[in-house]
């Protein structure tokens, strides 16, 4: 969800004015840490980041109106793509503020040797593979923390409050991906500090993280629908547009879902998977959230400073829910959320 968070060698981190704004906002600046894992410390990647994401999203805009999954999405829609982008303006400045504060967290989990992939690396020998191993059980730990977190701002009322910005949205477009409320990000910043130290991930870590979430996440919210089976297949392993599409479902059920942000596997692992036979037909948005005043700029920065209650939307015909969550769903019901009150509002 953050940008890059600094130049590649922490070391040699020193916040200078207009560079380290630049560095700090931007996803190049993790292609940059990337790179540097192989050891490619003088490559200055910093005119990447801008190109980066302007490719990304210009490659997956053209997408959108080849293969689109909803043709009335194409084009402009009532959450306006240019207010998502002004909101990932806003976020990125938000994010940047955390720069600091995740530097001073990982590099005094490394001195103190306290986290736990620290530990582990401790306890290795030296080799390139036990290296490797360990960034890559970092990603696979920070994906993690990722899930959780998700979770944690569907289930919990206050986080749901700011949460619910990405989710009112009534079109299925690439930049939902960037379409969260600054106090989110600020939370998700802050509750990622004792995680990183408690992980013992290190700054270039947690930019390679990034470096993969950003075109992740901005794939899987595009409106796009992938031929054949191809979505069924690549959802083993990382989160596709059908998958995701299920997760803006206005049915709660379905909003509760496929929580992933890289690796599907979680959901599965957690039994929070859910897939419907034809996503296309996914109701977008989010009920109590329809008035035209929300959709305002104003009113998106404004969403969740006032409680407001979210419903639990239209229950989809049994055809298009697999057999086994029909299933699943007759067991749980009066033990989860009802399909009927009001939910969600602190
Ligand atoms: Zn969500």
Redo the contacts with the bound molecule.
């Keep these: 969800m953050f940008g890059g968070l600094g130049p590649m060698n922490s070391q040699s981190w020193k916040p200078d004015s207009l560079r380290f704004f630049f560095e700090s906002t931007s996803i190049g600046s993790g292609v940059a840490s990337g790179l540097s894992l192989l050891n490619m410390h003088e490559t200055d990647l910093s005119f990447i980041s801008p190109a980066t994401a302007a490719i990304s999203l210009a490659l997956l805009w053209i997408a959108e109106s080849l293969l689109p999954a909803f043709i009335e999405h194409r084009g402009s829609s009532r959450g306006g793509r240019w207010r998502n982008l002004f909101l990932a303006g806003l976020n990125i400045l938000v994010a940047s503020g955390f720069a600091g504060l995740i530097l001073f967290v990982t590099n005094l989990s490394q001195q103190t040797n306290f986290g736990l992939l620290h530990q582990a690396r401790s306890l290795l020998p030296e080799s390139s593979t036990f290296t490797l191993l360990l960034v890559l059980a970092s990603f696979v730990l920070l994906d993690l923390w990722g899930y959780a977190f998700?979770v944690l701002?569907?289930q919990v009322p206050w986080l749901w409050r700011f949460?619910a910005l990405?989710?009112n949205a009534d079109h299925f477009e690439v930049t939902l991906a960037l379409r969260f409320h600054a106090v989110e990000i600020a939370l998700q910043g802050l509750l990622s500090l004792p995680i990183y130290f408690l992980l013992g991930v290190g700054i270039q870590e947690v930019l390679l993280y990034q470096l993969v979430l950003m075109p992740i996440a901005f794939f899987h919210h595009c409106n796009v629908s992938l031929p054949g089976n191809l979505d069924r297949i690549l959802s083993w392993v990382i989160v596709t547009p059908g998958m995701h599409l299920i997760?803006h479902s206005r049915w709660v059920r379905e909003t509760d879902s496929n929580?992933a942000p890289v690796f599907s596997i979680w959901d599965r692992v957690f039994g929070s998977f859910r897939w419907r036979e034809r996503p296309s037909t996914v109701a977008v948005g989010l009920d109590g959230f329809d008035e035209k005043q929300i959709h305002t700029l104003g009113g998106m920065l404004q969403t969740g400073l006032r409680a407001k209650a979210s419903h639990p939307g239209e229950r989809p015909s049994n055809e298009l829910i697999p057999e086994a969550l029909v299933e699943r769903d007759d067991r749980v019901e009066g033990i989860g959320v009802s399909d009927s009150a009001p939910h969600r509002c602190s």
Excluded: I, S, V
């Design positions: 998700h701002a569907h949460h990405h989710h997760h929580y």
